[in-house]
């Protein structure tokens, strides 16, 4: 009993020596919902972003995806673009996590806050895990959100269908969110790509639905899920999977009046 007294007042004697700072640095669990760093980044960043649009054209943006456990990659990839001077802004089209924990959530953001450029951050299915849904929407804001910048609409969709279950995909706010899209270019970038039914996520009726809208609006969608990149055109529309940050895999679009280009990438 004595020796565990001891241990405890030397124990106690350590917190107390390393000072105020002291509990900041000790984690009582990975499992919190509520950041007490970050909150709203999307609503942020994305202001940034409005603040640069000038009209001007052309203009890069930077995609990148499946960053999960990779840190030290994506921290590398990050730097490789902060090498550049040509990109307005970075979109990460989901899994920033590997289980949607609250310390990978924030590991994460640290990363991404050393780019030089602003940063979106689409929801991915394994963003959604634990207490995942909560986290993302305290840390980054909804689950849906549409924008326009410069030439360009982009829609940024939640279509994680098993980690959700019922209501998502939400087509009902997708066909809302186009309906006002009058721009030559739109982009729609979600995590997992409806092509085929995503290898059974989907029903043959929502990939009808899905196909429906994406048809006669979008120029192109953007997405993750599938760690190595792809392209596949359907009907007419290019469907971009990025691949993982973990194999230094970007997909650079340029955007042009009427038109765009698109690099994709592998720095590493």
């Known amino acids: 009993m004595r020796s565990k007294r001891v241990l405890s007042v030397f124990f106690l004697s350590l917190l107390l020596a390393a000072g105020p700072m002291a509990c900041d640095r000790l984690i009582f669990t990975p499992f919190g919902s509520e950041s007490d760093k970050y909150h709203d980044l999307n609503a942020k960043n994305l202001s940034r972003i409005m603040s640069m649009d000038d009209g001007s054209i052309p203009f890069k943006v930077a995609f990148i995806a499946d960053t999960h456990v990779y840190y030290e990659e994506t921290r590398r990839l990050i730097k490789i673009l902060n090498g550049r001077n040509d990109i307005d802004f970075i979109m990460v089209v989901g899994d920033i996590t590997n289980q949607g924990l609250l310390r990978e959530y924030e590991w994460s953001v640290e990363i991404f806050r050393e780019s030089r450029y602003p940063f979106l951050v689409v ?82 009726a929502e990939v009808e639905r899905f196909e429906s809208i994406i048809t006669p609006v979008f120029s192109m969608t953007v997405h ?45």
């Open 123 to 204: 929801i991915g299915n394994h963003d959604a895990l634990t207490f995942g849904r909560d986290i993302y929407r305290d840390i980054f804001g909804a689950y849906n959100f549409s924008f326009m910048y410069k030439s360009v609409e982009f829609v940024c969709f939640n279509d994680n269908k098993w980690e959700f279950g019922g209501g998502v995909p939400d087509f009902a706010w997708l066909e809302g969110a186009v309906a006002g899209i009058l721009s030559p270019l739109s982009v729609l970038a979600c995590h997992i790509d409806p092509c085929d039914g995503a290898e059974g996520i989907f029903t043959p």
């Open 224 to 268: 993750g899920h599938w760690h190595g990149p792809r392209t596949i055109v359907q009907v007419g529309v290019p469907r971009y999977v990025v691949g993982t940050s973990g194999f230094g895999n970007c997909l650079i679009a340029t955007f042009y009046e009427d038109y765009f280009e698109v690099e994709q990438c592998r720095f590493f």
